[in-house]
């Protein structure tokens, strides 16, 4: 089946200490995005990546690093520098072409840092 | 400022009574809009999409959305509610074409009451 993968689906961290969270697809799309949902908030975009190897920043991306090194996956490191990193993150992808903008979302991931 | 507002933050229906959950735009141009569906601790799911084609838009589990320019509204119906569509809807809209990305309203909950 297609779709977009993300791991753990809860996630424990200290604080002080970095943590990656994994997002894979198999959908064959070029776009890649991590959005970060607080409660009772929409999603606010975090980093996004149209292409290998190039990304940049969203509205919220101090505190984050991506890398896109392959096609498929678009790993996230909230380090700790991140004030506030206790949420829940979302990756979505999507295709680029013309005006199809519609993005396909992974399950999540709940990161707790205490 | 370009942005999307959710008129209500949660609304409360029967089953088998009709759904309306508000959503207004604001744009410089017409976009390409969106509502998503959350359930509890899951990603999003697209419900529908709007592309400039048909004002009235159908989409999954009988829910459709009716684009009107002049009121610039993206209102969400559907006729007769199920317990199953108790969950967090989001509209979304292209504001920025040029990174591909969406800004989400802040959400709408809806519950079912048997």
């Known amino acids: 089946d297609g779709g977009i993968t993300q791991s753990p689906k809860y996630l424990f961290r200290k604080e002080g200490q970095n943590v990656t969270l994994s997002c894979e697809q198999n959908?064959?799309?070029?776009?890649m995005y991590w959005y970060r949902q607080d409660p009772g908030q929409g999603l606010r975009l975090i980093y996004y990546s149209q292409i290998v190897n190039d990304f940049q920043k969203g509205d919220i991306a101090e505190g984050y690093s991506v890398s896109r090194e392959k096609k498929e996956s678009f790993p996230l490191t909230v380090t700790s520098a991140q004030k506030n990193p206790t949420a829940f993150y979302l990756c979505a992808s999507s295709i680029v072409a013309g005006d199809s903008y519609e993005q396909y979302f992974g399950p999540g991931t709940r990161l707790t840092v205490t | 400022a370009q942005s999307v507002t959710q008129l209500d933050s949660h609304v409360s229906v029967s089953e088998g009574t009709p759904v309306l959950l508000r959503c207004n735009y604001s744009s410089s141009y017409s976009p390409s809009l969106f509502w998503y569906v959350q359930h509890p601790n899951k990603g999003l799911q697209l419900l529908l999409k709007y592309t400039s084609a048909a004002t009235l838009v159908k989409g999954i589990n009988g829910f459709e959305a009716e684009f009107k320019k002049s009121e610039t509204s993206f209102h969400l119906t559907k006729p007769s509610a199920h317990m199953s569509d108790a969950a967090e809807y989001f509209c979304?809209?292209?504001?920025?074409?040029?990174?591909?990305?969406?800004?989400f309203g802040s959400g709408t909950r809806l519950q079912v009451q048997p």
């Open positions: 959908l064959n799309h070029d776009a």
């Open positions: 979304v809209v292209t504001l920025d074409t040029g990174r591909r990305a969406l800004t």
